[in-house]
T-cell receptor
Framework: DTGVSQDPRHKITKRGQNVTFRCDPISEHNRLYWYRQTLGQGPEFLTYFQNEAQLEKSRLLSDRFSAERPKGSFSTLEIQRTEQGDSAMYLC?????????????FGPGTRLTVT | AQKVTQAQTEISVVEKEDVTLDCVYETRDTTYYLFWYKQPPSGELVFLIRRNSFDEQNEISGRYSWNFQKSTSSFNFTITASQVVDSAVYFCALSEAIGGADGLTFGKGTHLIIQP
């Protein structure tokens, strides 16, 4: 049973460029979450999918952020026109549909550096 | 609005000492879930425990134990006979929505340093 995987693990980009991150959840998990973690802080919730439906996106940080999960399996998080303040660790997590309030399992994250 | 407070930013103890990490939460819901996660230097968050609001029974798992008290809105974590491998940042988290649609609200974390 493989865990949550994320790609790439590190991304360096210049300000103004677009970036896209991929997350592959644990195979039987239908819920998928994106978080952002900055230095010295806990993860901050961004958005949530149940299967392919994005059920919560009001926490996305700005309209430059968008996420998709087209077939209910992997998900992508895109940041357009990156800014230096977007530099952070972007974490993906998934959870099982089997019970309410189930624990989330996190991937290793994608560290974004905007220069 | 939900909130999680971990007042201890950093704790340093010598190996084999017991250490308790504090977590205080705020929520208006009667149904909620509490979690502890460990983030070692490698960076990946590791799930430790889940508790629902109706289960105040304390839990012990090896050297780890958790004390959940609704009366004080606290969910504290104790490591007994600490080891160097316990060095990490520990996060307490809260989920209110059924199904977790609101995601987890994390505290700022406690950096635990176990000195040999």
């Amino acid at each position: 049973d493989t865990g949550v995987s994320q790609d790439p693990r590190h991304k360096i980009t210049k300000r103004g460029q677009n970036v896209t991150f991929r997350c592959d959840p644990i195979s039987e998990h239908n819920r998928l979450y994106w978080y952002r973690q900055t230095l010295g802080q806990g993860p901050e919730f961004l958005t949530y999918f149940q299967n392919e439906a994005q059920l919560e996106k009001s926490r996305l940080l700005s309209d430059r952020f968008s996420a998709e999960r087209p077939k209910g399996s992997f998900s992508t998080l895109e940041i357009q026109r990156t800014e230096q303040g977007d530099s952070a660790m972007y974490l993906c997590a998934s959870s099982s549909p089997l019970r309410l309030g189930d624990e989330q399992y996190f991937g290793p994250g994608t560290r974004l550096t905007v220069t | 609005a939900q909130k999680v407070t971990q007042a201890q930013t950093e704790i340093s103890v010598v190996e084999k000492e017991d250490v308790t990490l504090d977590c205080v939460y705020e929520t208006r819901d009667t149904t909620y879930y509490l979690f502890w996660y460990k983030q070692p230097p490698s960076g990946e968050l590791v799930f430790l425990i889940r508790r629902n609001s109706f289960d105040e029974q304390n839990e012990i798992s090896g050297r780890y134990s958790w004390n959940f008290q609704k009366s004080t809105s606290s969910f504290n974590f104790t490591i007994t006979a600490s080891q160097v491998v316990d060095s990490a940042v520990y996060f307490c988290a809260l989920s209110e929505a059924i199904g977790g649609a609101d995601g987890l609200t994390f505290g700022k974390g406690t950096h635990l340093i176990i000195q040999p």
